[in-house]
């Protein structure tokens, strides 16, 4: 079997990204499942930033968790992070249990899905390696 690689999982966070934009513009109110494709997003870009530094991403929506998997030296470390403040969209809003708070507001969450992109672009720059042609 071939080593896991960092394009599919970035892919798969532009289309949470991209559906999470499609959603907020929406007329009706989805705001938590914005939340969850915020979520959702930032977790595979971490993932993505641990495959291609040669690490398997365990299986766990901690995204600050999985960020630890990098190691506090490591310059992708503290934007992966920084993504855990996220974490809690993974199931918060999925389930009908409990008092679910108020999801966060359109401009909050219009502001994490800019803070994701930026990781999300310096990953695919990064995973696609130099330009070619470049020495």
């Known amino acids: ?13 532009q289309q949470d990204l991209d559906g999470a934009s499609d959603l907020l513009v929406s007329p009706r ?7 969850y494709h915020v979520q959702q997003a930032a977790e595979k870009a971490v993932k993505a930033a641990l495959v291609l530094r040669g690490i398997d991403p365990r299986k766990s929506h901690d995204i ?7 190691g506090g030296g490591d ?9 855990g403040a996220v ?12 008092d679910r708070p108020e999801p966060p507001d359109p401009a909050e ?4 899905i800019r803070e994701i992109s930026d990781p999300v672009a310096k990953l ?4 696609a390696g130099p330009p070619k042609g470049a020495p």
């Not at 079997?1 to 798969?12: E, G, I, K, N, V």
């Not at 109110?29 to 939340?35: E, F, G, K, Y």
């Not at 600050?64 to 990098?70: H, I, Q, R, V």
């Not at 969450?109 to 994490?112: E, R, T």
């Open 1 to 13: 079997m071939s080593a896991p690689q960092p394009l599919p999982w970035l892919d798969l966070a």
């Open 29 to 35: 109110d989805h705001r938590p499942l914005v939340a």
């Open 64 to 70: 600050a968790l999985l960020a630890e998997g990098l």
């Open 75 to 83: 310059p992708l470390y503290p934007i992966c992070a920084r993504l």
């Open 87 to 98: 974490s809690v969209y993974a199931t918060l809003y999925r389930y009908p249990d409990g």
């Open 109 to 112: 969450l219009a502001a994490w």
């Open 124 to 127: 695919l720059g990064m995973a």
